[in-house]
């Protein structure tokens, strides 16, 4: 059975970062391309970023670039958004993603709450 568990996230000033981590179990984590998803209050699901297997290839919407970086240690089966530069329209809630189908909610995790805020 797939689990995916977040943390990490929090309350941030505009220009702050925060670290989100993702607890990857149940399935073949280092043979899996992962992803980052976020939803912000009243808003669609929006695919932040997504990285390869073997972290050779990665992904950022263009809202994110220069700002987030994905990475992901196979060993410890865990995925990682390290976020810098925060604005106020990264406030949401951010998924851990199993793929690159983040409409699947089989394939995500419970989320965690990212707040950006004076």
């Known amino acids: 059975q797939v689990q995916l568990v977040e943390s990490g996230g929090g309350l941030a000033q505009p220009g702050g970062s925060l670290r989100l981590s993702c607890a990857a179990s149940?399935?073949?984590?280092?043979?899996?391309?992962m992803s980052w998803a976020r939803q912000a209050p009243g808003k669609g699901l929006e695919l932040v970023s997504f990285i390869g297997a073997a972290s050779s290839i990665t992904h950022y919407a263009d809202s994110v670039k220069g700002r987030f970086t994905i990475s992901r240690d196979n060993y410890r089966n865990s995925l990682y958004l390290q976020m810098n530069g925060l604005k106020p329209e990264d406030t949401g809630l951010y998924y851990c993603?199993?793929?690159?189908?983040?409409?699947?909610?089989?394939?995500r995790g419970q989320g965690t709450q990212v707040t950006v805020s004076p």
């Open positions: 993603v199993k793929g690159v189908r983040i409409s699947d909610r089989t394939s």
């Open positions: 149940g399935f073949e984590f280092g043979d899996t391309y």
